[in-house]
């Protein structure tokens, strides 16, 4: 068992330096010789848990969604608020996530699949989509396969944009006022009343989700 879990560790600890090692110089600059150099380990200790650079930036893709939960709500429309919110607040304050969707937009990280991480949450926004819907929540002409793919699109723009001009200081800001502008196009206005979008939430979200994941 104390082996497994150090074995366990080391993994982690890899996955953590080569994140920092992306986040800090993109997928085609980093090295090897870096991440090792950060993570403090063998590099037989690194090929043991990934065989390759690429195989190290597709395990930073699909580890930035580990432990993110988001409760459901009796209304969808404050749940995929809920969702872009605790997105917003770890996308500054996690490397992991930082330097996941660095990796995503990151047009030189040949051979590895960076549209994995946009179809994942445009599956997840269609779906809560779906079942507001069906609650009564949206406006007539929404269509939920096409809404989620414009709320992934536009959040996309105003990360990159926000990662420019201000290494995402001013994201919040700028994510409660895109949900301002977009949401009365596809919520009907009794339900847009009642949800919360401030940036006072996100840090309850982090908390809710932080003491998920230890009582598991």
Not at 63 to 78: A, T
Not at 198 to 207: P, V
């Amino acid at each position: 068992m104390a082996e497994q879990e150090r074995a366990i560790r080391t993994r982690r600890t890899i996955l953590f330096a080569a994140a920092k090692v992306f986040q800090e110089h993109g997928y085609q600059a980093a090295t090897i010789s870096q991440i090792l150099a950060e993570a403090g380990v063998t590099k037989g200790a690194l090929y043991f848990h990934f065989p390759s650079k690429e195989d190290l930036a597709q395990e930073v893709l699909l580890s930035q969604n580990q432990d993110f939960f988001v409760p459901d709500r009796p209304s969808k429309i404050q749940e995929i608020v809920d969702m872009v919110l605790l997105h917003t607040y770890r996308l500054q304050t996690d490397p992991l996530v930082q330097a996941a969707v660095r990796l995503s937009l990151d047009e030189l990280a040949h051979g590895v699949n960076r549209g994995e991480s946009f179809i994942h949450w445009d599956n997840l926004l269609q779906e809560r989509l779906e079942k507001a819907r069906a609650q009564g929540e949206l406006l007539p002409h929404i269509v939920p396969a096409e809404t989620s793919g414009v709320l992934v699109g536009a959040y996309t723009g105003i990360q990159s944009l926000s990662q420019a001009l201000s290494k995402h200081q001013d994201l919040g800001t700028r994510v409660t006022a895109l949900l301002r502008h977009l949401l009365p196009s596809i919520a009907v206005p009794s339900v847009l009343a009642s949800v919360d979008m401030s940036q006072d939430r996100m840090l309850k979200l982090h908390a809710d989700m932080t003491a998920q994941a230890q009582a598991q």
